[in-house]
């Protein structure tokens, strides 16, 4: 018997056990695939050239990321964010620099009224217990979907306001409740922040992918964690747990649960978990997007004077793009997001069919130096059993009054990590980090 049995094996899991094992308590990690990192996935294609098809940036006030990349001695470097920028509406082409699209004025001014009142009213959500704001149930009533088209009064302004926001939840906005994205915007420091690049939650990606500092942080005590464990039920006899995957079962006195919320409803419990944890659990749903790169041998657009960056409403299958070279750029790759119904639609079409679209989109914008690219490349978590979609849990209208803090609650020697867990970039990797090294906190306080 161990003291302590964590499962899942990304960033929650494995900055959980790093706290364990550095205060010397047994445990073990019992993950279901056979790589660490989770919704973090780099993918190696060459010596010299990787792809994050799951999670890949950090920025300003993510100080645990920051903190680590310091500790294990991994550099980061700043996105690429010089040049214009593209707007593709009804599939008419625009250039434009700086935050601003090129709108009418009308729809100029209606956006910055509709983005100010988001920031207003996110500011007032109390980050640890949004289901106290004094309308929380007002605000809990209604979907971001709902909110938008009633502030938006110009097409052009709702279509910016919502390929925004769907790139931020990736997903469609009218699967998240209004509280929910107040709660996110404050979580994450403010709206401003989770939209931009500069000074925003896209600033950084890690040299050699975002995994490689998942791999670093559980170097130490890697014969500690069991891959391809997939746990299936967790039973409490007697004050021990027995914790079963296919073909071996472990025991210990205390469970980190750090996986997805739509995984962890799908572990049958005995006792059961109490009936606020399984409906929540039952609630919240995951996002849909798919990540699409296009790899070329250097990013031709700089020196064309463009950022790679380019947003576009319902015509185009992609919301927005960014460049995502190498920090020497001896590569250059744009990754496009398909969000949401976009994302349905879109991989329904074999993969020859999805290169073909992303390659006509590159060349009516960046001209016909987009026409020969080495190679396309694309993934989507929610075709991954042990993801099921992404970035993260949605909580949908309802659910934050309705079941509070019953999804982060310790129940019966059960503590919850995983980045939904997290009232601090909720979401987010440093969310993750944050929420498995506080229920180790916890561990620890109470096996004292
Ligand atoms: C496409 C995409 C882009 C993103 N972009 C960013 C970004 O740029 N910046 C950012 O900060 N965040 C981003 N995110 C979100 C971020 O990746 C996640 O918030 C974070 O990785 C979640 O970590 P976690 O440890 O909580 O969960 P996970 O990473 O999901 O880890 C859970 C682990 O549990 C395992 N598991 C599941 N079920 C079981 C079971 N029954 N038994 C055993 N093991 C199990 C899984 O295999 C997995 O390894 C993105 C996510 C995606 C998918």
Redesign the pocket.
């Known amino acids: 018997m161990t003291q302590v049995i964590i ?8 900055a959980a056990a790093k706290k364990l094992h550095e205060t010397n308590i047994p445990f073990l990690v ?4 056979e790589r ?5 996935y780099t993918k190696q294609i060459s010596e010299d050239l990787y792809l994050d ?6 920025g300003p006030s ?1 100080d645990r990321m920051y903190a680590l990349c310091e500790e294990l001695g991994l550099d980061y470097f700043e996105t690429y964010d010089q040049g214009y920028n593209i707007l593709d509406f009804k599939e008419q082409v625009k250039k434009f620099k700086g935050l601003i699209p090129s709108l009418d004025i009308f729809s100029l001014i209606n956006l910055d009224f509709v983005l100010k009142k988001l920031e207003r009213m996110a500011k007032t959500i109390p980050q640890d217990s949004p289901w106290l704001h004094p309308k929380a149930v007002e605000f809990d009533r209604v979907s971001l979907a709902a909110f938008v088209t009633s502030q938006c009064k110009t097409k052009s302004c709702q279509k910016v306001v919502s390929l925004a926001l769907e790139t931020v939840f ?1 997903a469609e906005l009218n699967e998240v409740s209004l509280l929910h994205a107040l709660f996110y915007f404050k979580s994450g420091r403010d709206l401003n922040t989770l939209i931009n690049i500069n000074n925003g ?2 600033l950084h990606r890690i040299v050699g992918g975002m995994q490689t500092l998942v791999e670093k942080m559980a170097q130490p005590f890697l014969q500690q964690i069991k891959f391809n ?4 039920s967790i039973r409490k006899e007697d004050g021990v747990f027995t914790v079963q ?1 296919e073909g071996f079962s472990y025991k210990a006195k205390k469970i980190i649960m ?3 919320p739509v ?2 409803g ?2 049958n419990f005995y006792p059961l978990l109490s009936a606020a944890k399984r409906q929540v659990l039952d609630r919240i749903a995951m996002g849909q ?1 798919g ?1 699409c790169f296009m790899v070329y041998q250097k990013p031709f657009w700089r020196e064309a004077g463009f950022s790679g960056q380019a947003f576009a409403d319902e015509y185009s299958p992609f919301q927005s793009m960014f460049d995502a070279s190498p920090k020497e750029a001896y590569f250059g790759i744009i990754l496009a997001f398909t969000i949401g119904n976009r994302a349905k639609t879109f991989f329904e079409k074999d993969k020859e069919k999805r290169q073909a679209i992303m390659l006509e989109k590159l060349t009516k914008y960046f001209g016909s130096s987009a026409e020969t690219p080495l190679f396309y490349e694309d ?1 989507s ?1 929610s075709d991954e059993a ?2 099921r979609g ?3 849990g949605i909580y949908p209208t309802g659910a934050w009054t309705g079941f509070q803090d019953a999804y982060a609650k310790t129940e019966n020697d059960i503590y919850w ?4 867990a997290s009232k601090v ?1 909720f ?6 980090v944050r ?2 090294e506080t229920a180790a906190d916890n561990v620890l306080l109470d096996l004292k």
């Open positions: 499962i899942g094996g990304g960033f929650s899991g494995i019992l993950e279901a695939r660490l990192g989770g919704r973090v098809l799951g999670g890949q940036w950090i993510q990736a939650a896209q464990h997939p746990v299936s995957c750090a996986v997805p995984l962890a799908k572990i997007v990540k993934f978590m042990w993801s992404c970035y993260a990590a995983g980045t939904e970039w979401g987010y990797i440093e969310g993750a929420a498995g």
